[in-house]
């Protein structure tokens, strides 16, 4: 079990990587701001005890993924329009803003490990690992993921 000292620690180290990964999956600010709320409460109550700080990482990732899922799942559920959540983003510049949408046109089976590669940095055997599916049913998904990126990219600039 976490002292309050390492559960603070923790919060401030991590939040932002549960929060990007729930909105990833949720596509909606309020139900991501409530998955990483619920992730949080469950490592305040968890009586494990974590190995490294690479552990605990894991641990609510791998957490985050099983409550988005379960929230999907939610004859509660509420979609939201992507333009409101993309309003409250601020992009750098252009590209990043169409690469954004680009994104979260994917289907979520691949938006979620792009967003875990490239994001998160993880390796494929750790995103398999994490979403429990073969390394090399990730490297398929990263491939696919990328090639409809590239699709729908190059539409979009032909729409231009």
Same mark, same amino acid.
């Given at each position: 079990?976490?002292?309050?000292?390492?559960?603070?620690? =923790? #919060? @401030? /180290? $991590?939040?932002?990587?549960?929060?990007?990964? @729930?909105?990833? $999956?949720?596509?909606? @600010? /309020?139900? /991501?701001?409530?998955?990483?709320?619920? #992730?949080?409460?469950?490592?305040?109550?968890?009586?494990?005890?974590?190995?490294?700080?690479? !552990?605990?990482?894991? &641990?609510?990732?791998?957490?985050?993924?099983?409550? =988005?899922?379960?929230?999907?799942?939610?004859? &509660?559920?509420?979609?939201?329009?992507?333009?409101?959540?993309? @309003?409250?983003?601020?992009?750098?510049?252009?590209? !990043?803003?169409?690469?954004?949408? %680009?994104?979260?046109?994917?289907?979520?089976? $691949?938006?979620?490990?792009? $967003?875990?590669?490239?994001?998160?940095?993880?390796?494929?055997?750790?995103? +398999?690992?994490?979403?429990?599916?073969?390394? %090399?049913?990730? =490297?398929?998904?990263?491939?696919? +993921?990328?090639?409809?990126?590239?699709?729908?990219?190059?539409? /979009?600039?032909?729409?231009?």
């Amino acid at each position: 079990m976490l002292t309050n000292e390492q559960f603070t620690r =923790c #919060v @401030s /180290a $991590y939040i932002d990587t549960v929060f990007r990964l @729930s909105l990833n $999956y949720m596509k909606n @600010s /309020a139900d /991501a701001e409530d998955v990483t709320q619920n #992730v949080f409460e469950k490592l305040l109550k968890e009586q494990k005890t974590f190995e490294s700080d690479d !552990h605990i990482r894991y &641990w609510l990732i791998r957490v985050t993924i099983n409550e =988005c899922r379960k929230m999907l799942r939610s004859v &509660w559920r509420r979609a939201e329009n992507i333009e409101d959540y993309a @309003s409250k983003l601020s992009f750098t510049t252009p590209e !990043h803003s169409e690469l954004f949408y %680009a994104v979260m046109e994917l289907p979520q089976k $691949y938006r979620v490990p792009i $967003y875990l590669y490239y994001y998160e940095e993880y390796s494929t055997e750790q995103i +398999g690992t994490m979403l429990k599916i073969p390394q %090399a049913t990730v =490297c398929t998904q990263l491939k696919r +993921g990328r090639e409809l990126l590239r699709k729908i990219l190059q539409e /979009a600039d032909r729409d231009v």
